[in-house]
T-cell receptor, first 111, second 115 residues
């Protein structure tokens, strides 16, 4: 099956710094989502981005489907950005939304 | 308030008992999903349902059962056959459109601990 790899596994930043998280996937996909899991376990939707570039405030994401990777950019990081960031992909349309998750990047932002 | 609710938030179970986790959504979503998360890991799909009275096994269905009698509800039963049930369980839902726009949204989760 499709493999999803995220890097780096852990990241420690000083408040105000910028960061880039990467998600590589081993086959073509028709759905890619980025999530932020907060310390209470809630998964928060960041982006639905099977291709192209999107921005939402200090966060932006780019997916290059032909090269099978996606990047999540966090600018001017804040302590509330801490948590785990997951990338998840769906391979086929008729799989009914079966998302395959990466292992996540654990981000810690220090004041 | 639209959203996905899960109950209970925490659940403790003795070995050999079956327990049922609740998941309800009022987003009028077609599909619903159950995922399991172990510490330090990503999520893995247990079961999913695209339509009422139909559901499909995911990657780790052994020891679990589900039902989909109503569009809004997708309860998960963790049976005594599940060898290692202690985990964080997340329910999700999505539309299923012709353009495959099926962005998934998640509930707050249930933490199950087997004593």
């Amino acid at each position: 099956g499709i493999q999803v790899e995220q890097s780096p596994p852990d990241l420690i930043l000083q408040e105000g710094a910028n960061s880039t998280l990467r998600c590589n996937f081993s086959d073509s996909v028709n759905n890619l989502q980025w999530f932020h899991q907060n310390p209470w376990g809630q998964l928060i939707n960041l982006f639905y981005i099977p291709s192209g570039t999107k921005q939402n405030g200090r966060l932006s994401a780019t997916t290059v489907a032909t090269e099978r990777y996606s990047l999540l950019y966090i600018s001017s990081s804040q302590t509330t950005d801490s948590g785990v960031y997951f990338c998840a992909v769906e391979r086929f349309i008729n799989q009914g939304g079966k998302l395959i998750f990466g292992q996540g990047t654990e981000l810690s932002v220090k004041p | 308030d639209g959203g996905i609710t899960q109950s209970p938030k925490y659940l403790f179970r003795k070995e050999g008992q079956n327990v049922t986790l609740s998941c309800e959504q009022n987003l009028n979503h077609d599909a619903m999903y159950w995922y399991r998360q172990d510490p330090g890991q990503g999520l893995r799909l247990i079961y999913y349902s695209q339509i009422v009275n139909d559901f499909q096994k995911g990657d780790i269905a052994e020891g679990y059962s589900v039902s989909r009698e109503k569009k809004e509800s997708f309860p998960l039963t963790v049976t005594s056959a599940q060898k290692n049930p202690t985990a964080f369980y997340l329910c999700a839902s999505s539309f299923l459109g012709a353009i495959s726009y099926n962005e998934q949204f998640f509930g707050p989760g249930t933490r199950l601990t087997v004593l």
